[in-house]
Each structure stands twice: as C-alpha cells, then as structure tokens.
C-alpha cells in the first residue's frame, strides 16, 4: 500500500512559468512533509519542508501548501528555470511519539522538465 | 566536509555472492539510514541506526544486515545476493530527530 503518492510521473513546462508538482498520502499520522530534488547520479537533496502545523512554507522560489484535511501537499516554483529539471520526490514522516526517528516514507516521484 | 560519502559506486554480483555496501560521514550525525531506489516506487527504508551499537529495521529489511561500530560508518551487507536486490542503494545521515537527511551519491548494484 503506497502511503505517499505522486500521481504525475512527469510533468513538463517553460522557462518562466509555474512547476506545480502534486502529492498525496493517505496516512494521518504524517505529520511532517518534505520535498528533496534528485539529480542524474546523485542523491536526493532536501528542498523544503511544512510541519502539519503550518498550511505553507516559502523559500525563494519554491513554496510548500499542505491541505491536512485533503491530505494533499504541493510544490510551486516560480519563476521555473531550466537547472529545476530534476526528479522531485515529496515525503512524509511521524512523530510516533518521538520514536520514529522522524523515518521517511518517500513518493514515487515526479520527472520535471522545463525547457528554455 | 566530504558529508555522506559511499562506495562503490557501481557493483555487479552473481546470485548467491556477498558484499558489503559501505557509507560513510564526517558530520557527526547520530541518525543514519539506507534506503533502496526501484523504477516507480519511490526510496524504501532498509535499515536505520540511532547511534552507534543502536540499529532497527525499516520497510525492507530482508535480506541486508547491518551493524553500527562507530559515529561515521554505517555498512550494508547482502549475505547471499538476489535478483531482487538489483538496485539503487542510498545512504543518509542526519543531525538529530526530524532534521534534514543528507544522502550520499548512492551505489548502483545489478545482481545476476
């Protein structure tokens, strides 16, 4: 049963414009939800995260919206930049309480393209 | 800092065979874990560790071992290597509960 979900395997947009990239999850013990951005070769790298408490997080150009009763959190960057090209990967972890080591239930992933 | 660093980078066994995965950081990080990358599943939790001496298993731990003698080194080992271990295997470590998991550059393993 996979707990966490993107449902978009890629998505493609243009330089300039809005990456929207979804992601769903059906357990409501998460409480704590990150985005990490992979490369080609390389591992994942943390981009951003939201706590259950909070409806949106903002960093530059990427903005974080968790809608807890949806159980649906998303990823915008604005303005979009041929360097964003990249897999993204949303994860949610719990609190458990103070046990769970804050473990990771990753998505499947969303390939973003954005051309110049 | 050379953070989360794993080797090799690329590993090809016949079934049956044993090796060992390592990873290793110079953070200081308590918390580190393995977690395997396949085609439309996302990363999956092998095992993770807490500290040195401390280690549980995560959502698919059949199949690997693995032990934590000290801070900065956190080995995986397949006993007797399956094709469905043929993987992506990635590395992480963080500071401390809830804080951000660093990952190493992963080892690609194919298991004939």
């Known amino acids: 049963d996979q707990q966490v979900k993107q449902n978009s395997p890629s998505l493609s947009v243009q330089e300039g414009r809005i990456s929207i990239l979804n992601c769903d999850y059906t357990n409501s013990m998460f409480d704590y939800f990150l985005w990490y951005k992979k490369y080609p070769a390389e591992g994942p790298t943390f981009l951003i995260s939201i706590s259950s408490i909070k409806d949106k997080n903002e960093d530059g150009r990427f903005t974080v919206f968790l809608n807890k009763s949806a159980k649906h959190l998303s990823l915008h960057i604005v303005p979009s930049q041929p360097g964003d090209s990249a897999v993204y990967f949303c994860a949610a972890s719990e609190d458990a309480g103070g046990t769970s080591y804050g473990k990771l239930t990753f998505g499947q992933g969303t390939i973003l393209t954005v051309h110049p | 800092n050379a953070g989360v660093t794993q080797t090799p980078k690329f590993q090809v066994l016949k079934t049956g065979q044993s090796m060992t995965l390592q990873c290793a950081q110079d953070?200081?990080?308590?918390?580190m874990s393995w977690y395997r990358q396949d085609p439309g599943m996302g990363l999956r939790l092998i095992h993770y560790?807490?500290?040195?001496?401390?280690?549980d298993q995560g959502e698919v731990p059949n199949g690997y071992n693995v032990s934590r003698s000290t801070t900065e080194d956190f080995p995986l080992r397949l006993l007797s290597a399956a094709p469905s271990q043929t993987s992506v295997y990635f590395c992480?470590?963080?500071?401390?509960?809830?804080?951000?998991?660093?990952f190493g550059p992963g080892t690609r393993l194919l298991v004939l």
């Open positions: 992480a470590s963080s500071l401390g509960l809830f804080e951000t998991q660093y």
């Open positions: 953070m200081n990080h308590e918390y």
């Open positions: 560790s807490v500290g040195a001496g401390i280690t």
